[in-house]
């Protein structure tokens, strides 16, 4: 079945950098665009940014654009977020989205239609 | 970029209640509005998208409509197994993917 594994939990320092990873399976990777959301302690939903796991363009938010990189594996379908120069506020649930697509009369739409389960990223000195 | 609000921020409501859920848009986004549900310590789950396509294995009571800049999430009677988060999405600019800031939906 389609599914996003994630790495497990990381407790970093701040200033430090934390990469998560996300192995997709039971799709073909490089035919789907990958997307980050966050979610702070008690907080809602905050969308990072995506790749291109075909050509491995990226697009950011600006609110993350200098210190997030996001990368891809395709030999092992695996797509890794990386944040750097972490700060307390920076402690979040880390999730991994597949955006799928459907064809439409009116055009394409798009969403995120496969989730990992999310890893925890605790910045603590 | 596109802002969204979604009204109520919670609610409270019995089992076989009808709930309605509200999400504005800061200027039109067509039907490219996005509903999720999360529970507490789960991921989210893609509920509706395109505004009132229902994803594939969501029940039937949940429902979708608007255009333009109001859309609304109705569930027809709710169940114990609704109580959750629900968040609006436009994807309509692809940048950023921007989420509403949620509804809680609790137990009266």
């Known amino acids: 079945q389609v599914q996003l594994v994630q790495s497990g939990a990381e407790v970093k320092k701040p200033g430090a950098s934390v990469k998560v990873s996300c192995k997709a399976s039971?799709?073909?990777?490089?035919?789907?665009?990958m997307h980050w959301v966050r979610q702070a302690p008690g907080q809602g939903l905050e969308w990072m940014g995506r790749i291109n796991p075909n050509s491995g363009a990226t697009n950011y938010a600006q609110n993350f654009q200098g210190r997030v990189t996001m990368t891809r594996d395709t030999s092992i379908s695996t797509a890794y977020m990386e944040l750097s120069r972490l700060r307390s506020d920076d402690a979040a649930v880390y999730y991994c989205a597949r955006e799928g697509d459907r064809r439409m009369p009116a055009g394409y739409y798009y969403y995120m239609d496969v989730w990992g389960k999310g890893t925890s990223v605790t910045v603590s000195s | 970029d596109i802002q969204m609000t979604q009204s109520p921020s919670s609610l409270s409501a019995s089992v076989g209640d009808r709930v309605t859920i509200t999400c504005r848009a800061s200027?039109?986004?067509?039907?490219?509005l996005n509903w999720y549900q999360q529970k507490p310590g789960k991921a989210p789950k893609l509920l509706i998208y395109?505004?009132?396509s229902l994803q594939s294995g969501v029940p039937s009571r949940f429902s979708g409509s608007g255009s333009g800049t109001d859309f609304t999430l109705t569930i027809s009677s709710l169940q114990p197994e609704d109580f959750a988060t629900y968040y609006c999405?436009?994807?309509?600019?692809?940048?950023?993917?921007?989420f509403g800031p949620g509804t809680k939906v609790d137990i009266k």
């Open positions: 395109a505004a009132s």
């Open positions: 999405q436009q994807s309509y600019s692809t940048l950023p993917f921007t």
């Open positions: 200027q039109s986004i067509s039907s490219y």
């Open positions: 039971g799709y073909t990777f490089t035919g789907y665009y």
